[in-house]
């Protein structure tokens, strides 16, 4: 098949889901199909990155977006009543450059990333298929607690169109896909909607146990200009890693993960480290005794998880976290639901190393057998023919 492959953000670097989620899915569905790719970007995107989606890629084609422009159009969607984030992608310039590479491509089916490529996906022709990835509302209704007036009304404000945007779109595409069971039911759907799981993976040719010598008790990655992120950050800092140093006062924690934040870089101190922007990862779970996901807010599934898990890195995380991961507690990890039960966590496993050998087999073991990218993405391939066929059909 030919695809058109639509996304609102470039793929690479992976420093983002959403751009590691479209990696892989591209580089899967190339060995099979010819890929070309549209994406919008508000920055100039380095040859370097162009270069590294070739292999995959027949054609590349790049939407700059004026953040200016963006602004305006999101102010504007406030007026309108409709979705902010949809609003600031929606260029009409965009659109235009877009079906142009439809009308050059021909392709047997687009496939969108997130509802924010809605305006696009709506003007395509050709049959089409939207990965939701996750339910951005629930994500959105998860972060507006605690917030000053003004921000919560606009919140509250997204809140709602982004259920009407999401609940609009089950009936505009060909097929439906999403990243968890967990976020589809959380989505807002017409009655006989049918939302397709398809699962991220973990890369094993990257992400595999490395014998280096431990650095710090406990990690947590990220990229720290992600809210979720920055508020696991300070609720670990904050609130968790007090009750643990009363019994181990030497403990040590590392925030590693890209443009931390003034709140996350305030979290530094001799105890804690915080990295910022680092060329790989990798090491940073590798010297680490521990990994813990300590999240409060946000949707999907948490990547980092898989990663640490694929490095043989024992895991806590919460119950949140766990629901669209679906690990069992105390076989491939640990779950704690507040800063007693994580800081309880904590010190089980730093006093146990056999504990901790356990826990970091069974999760290898178990992302080993259900998150490869090939096996997450080939699903994908087969929504993406039906919904050629379905179109064909009619």
């Not at 931390?260 to 779970?285: E, F, K, M, N, Q």
């Not at 948490?302 to 690990?327: D, F, R, S, V, Y």
Request: aromatic content about 8%.
């Amino acid at each position: 098949m030919k695809l058109l492959v639509v996304l609102p953000r470039f793929p690479y670097p992976l420093d983002k889901g959403d751009k590691l989620r479209a990696f892989h899915q591209i580089k899967q569905l190339s060995a099979n199909n010819d890929i070309y790719l549209f994406a919008l970007s508000h920055d100039n995107v380095p040859p370097d990155a162009i270069r590294q989606m070739q292999p995959y890629c027949k054609d590349i084609r790049i939407a700059k977006l004026s953040k200016l422009a963006a602004a305006a159009r999101a102010l504007c969607s406030l007026l309108c009543r409709r979705s902010l984030q949809i609003g600031y992608w929606s260029s009409s310039r965009a659109i235009r450059q877009c079906l142009d590479f439809e009308a050059l491509v021909r392709p047997d089916v687009a496939y969108l990333q997130m509802v924010r490529t809605l305006p696009l996906g709506l003007r395509l022709a050709s049959p089409k298929v939207l990965d939701f990835q996750d339910a951005l509302s629930m994500n959105l209704q998860r972060r507006m607690a605690g917030h000053n007036a003004l921000r919560l009304f606009v919140e509250n404000f997204e809140f709602k169109m982004l259920r009407s945007a999401e609940y609009d779109a089950c009936s505009s595409f060909n097929g439906l896909t999403i990243i968890s069971e967990v976020d589809a039911e959380a989505l807002p759907q017409p009655r006989g909607t049918h939302i397709n799981i398809v699962r991220n993976g973990v890369d094993f040719d990257f992400f595999h146990p490395q014998a280096i010598e431990k650095r710090y008790d406990i990690v947590f990655c990220g990229n720290m200009q992600y809210n979720p992120n920055i508020d696991a950050s300070r609720f670990l800092v904050d609130e968790v890693m007090p009750l643990v140093w009363r019994s181990r006062p030497e403990a040590s924690v590392c925030l590693a993960g890209a443009t931390p934040t003034a709140a996350v870089r305030r979290l530094s101190g001799p105890r804690v480290a915080v990295t910022g922007s680092v060329p790989d990862i990798r090491p940073y779970y590798a010297q680490s005794r521990l990994f813990i996901a300590p999240m409060r807010l946000g949707s999907g599934l948490q990547n980092k998880l898989l990663e640490a898990m694929a490095m043989g890195i024992p895991c806590i995380t919460t119950p949140l976290a766990n629901a669209a991961l679906g690990a069992t507690p105390d076989t491939h990890l640990l779950l704690g639901n507040n800063p007693a039960q994580l800081a309880q966590a904590i010190l089980h496993l730093l006093d146990d190393e056999q504990l901790r050998c356990r826990l970091a087999a069974n999760a290898s073991a178990f992302v080993h057998q259900y998150f490869s990218w090939q096996a997450a993405t080939k699903p994908l391939e087969t929504i993406l023919l039906n919904a050629k066929k379905q179109v064909e059909i009619r």
